[in-house]
T-cell receptor, first 114, second 114 residues
């Protein structure tokens, strides 16, 4: 079955600390990988995506993610977080050759404390 | 580019009533998706359209749910005989189609069934 696992439901960190949000996916086929962010009472905004090429992908707001095919992972990182990064983060996968629909993980709530 | 627009943003209805949500995708996006999101969960795929053709429906989409995209532009999602379990945020998204293109989300329509 196609599934995405976000290992941490909540991640509290202090401002200016580094953060890593973990994501693993099930796969026997090629995939595209995405991270979306959702602020309270809003829709989802794309942070970054991996389609092919370099396994290190840079996105908006200083976030980056690394695709690891052997570990079927796509972890999101930021070297120094701000209060404004407090939000819900969703990892999503598109399984190539299908309908190109996004399959989402359950999300990780990132809380940045002063 | 005005983004994906959804209406209404909030709807409170009594159990057993019918409700309809409208989605206006980004102009010229030929793919349109509907997702459902409950509290603490990631978005779950409901259905998607390529132009006016409904190409895939999730098993989550019971026979009380119907979606249309009559002219390949806006779409409607109707829920008949609402149940309390239908309370959720309904997200619409669109993309220009093609491999790996970004899927853009609207702000969502919150449904509360009382």
């Amino acid at each position: 079955a196609q599934s995405v696992t976000q290992l941490d439901s909540q991640v509290p960190v202090f401002e200016e600390a580094p953060v890593e949000l973990r994501c693993n996916y099930s796969s026997s086929v090629s995939v595209y990988l995405f991270w979306y962010v959702q602020y309270p009472n809003q829709g989802l905004q794309l942070l970054l995506k991996y389609l092919s090429g370099s396994t290190l992908v840079k996105g908006i707001n200083g976030f980056e993610a690394e695709f690891n095919k052997s570990q079927t992972s796509f972890h999101l990182r930021k070297p120094s977080v701000h209060i404004s990064d407090t939000a819900e983060y969703f990892c999503a996968v598109v399984y190539r050759g299908g309908s190109e629909k996004l399959v989402f993980g359950k999300g990780t709530k990132l809380t940045v404390n002063p | 580019d005005t983004g994906v627009s959804q209406d209404p943003r909030h709807k409170i209805t009594k159990r057993g009533q019918n409700v309809t949500f409208r989605c206006d995708p980004i102009s010229e996006h030929n793919r349109l998706y509907w997702y459902r999101q409950t509290l603490g969960q990631g978005p779950e795929f409901l259905t998607y359209f390529q132009n006016e053709a409904q190409l895939e429906k999730s098993r989550l989409l019971s026979d009380r749910f119907s979606a249309e995209r009559p002219k390949g532009s806006f779409s409607t999602l109707e829920i008949q005989r609402t149940e309390q379990g239908d309370s959720a945020m309904y997200l619409c998204a669109s993309s220009p189609g093609g491999t790996g293109n970004t899927i853009y989300f609207g702000e969502g329509s919150w449904l509360t069934v009382v």
